[in-house]
Nanobody, 121 residues
Framework: QVQLVESGGGLVQAGGSLRLSCAAS????????MGWYRQAPGNQRELVAR???????NYADSVKGRATISRDNGKNTVYLQMNSLKPEDTGVYYC???????????????WGPGTQVTVSS
């Protein structure tokens, strides 16, 4: 019905940057809030950043000043630009989106399969 696919992950040195993308496809009428979450081995999944349909953003304290979330509604895509990466940023990054599949239908939450980000020291 609705699929989210992340891209842009990989190996980067500490202090480097990367840009993650997440494209939603399928039966989509509109997308409200989109977000990025991450999970390191042995850790709980945590919020990295979120962006509402109106463009309001929220960031985890650990990435404030280093991460920027943005979206392209025409492409049903959300991005996460991360700079000054640290080893503790390592983890699987997941994309989330609240999607309505047709007019007047409630939004449902969808998740992508994740993309690995590894920051080496």
């Amino acid at each position: 019905q609705v699929q989210l696919v992340e891209s842009g992950g990989g190996l980067v040195q500490a202090g480097g940057s990367l840009r993650l993308s997440c494209a939603a496809s399928g039966t989509i009428f509109s997308i409200n809030t989109m977000g990025w979450y991450r999970q390191a081995p042995g850790n709980q999944r945590e919020l990295v950043a979120r962006i509402t349909g109106g463009g309001s953003t929220n960031y985890a304290d650990s990435v404030k000043g280093r991460a920027t979330i943005s979206r392209d509604n025409g492409k049903n895509t959300v991005y996460l630009q991360m700079n000054s990466l640290k080893p503790e940023d390592t983890g699987v990054y997941y994309c989330s989106a609240d999607v309505s599949t047709r007019p007047s239908v409630n939004f449902r939450n969808y998740w992508g399969p994740g993309t690995q980000v590894t920051v080496s020291s």
